[in-house]
């Protein structure tokens, strides 16, 4: 997604309030969204609900969305500040504590490392989403979904050593991209 295709769509979904706009605009930072989310909550379905209510509140917002001068930034920090949210509220109504709780609220880490992590993570969800589609899905099925070699490969119809060698390609590439800084 280039910057001008987006500004394009926020165009569009300001001045004609393009439902079509806003649809390909969600297609194209829906998973992005999504990993976001489930990187704080953890949980599938919580995440789920935590991004069709941020596009909810883009979509109250269409108006002053193209005033934004960073809409992948702003997106993100909506994310993040709904799931820290979400967890809150969570805790609150259940007296209830997971991993992902205790990592967003860990007392042991201090601001400056909280940031530099946060900052990480978003280099890596920018840099995953620049991966080629495959590279991209095999990727998240083996190392976030933790799913093995052999099943992606039975899934995708392809063989082990392909899904092994678009997992290095993948690997390489996010390397790259991170310790470049090009996302800066």
Known sequence: MTESEVRKLLRQIKE????QAFRRF??????RLFRIAY??????EWSQEIVLDVFLKLWNQRSSLLDIQNIEDYCFILVKNASLNFLEKESKHINFHTDALSES??????PEESLVSEELFAMYVKALDRLPER??????RVREEKQSYAQVADDL???????????????SRLKAMISRSEFN
Do not use: P, W
């Open 105 to 110: 609220s860990a007392a042991d880490s201090s």
């Open 135 to 140: 590279c991209r899905e095999i990727f998240i």
């Open 39 to 44: 990187y704080y909550v953890k949980k599938e």
């Open 16 to 19: 004609q309030n393009s439902q």
């Open 26 to 31: 969600y297609d194209m930072t829906y998973d």
């Open 157 to 171: 119809g392809i063989s082990i050593k392909t899904v092994d060698a678009h997992l290095q390609k993948a690997v």
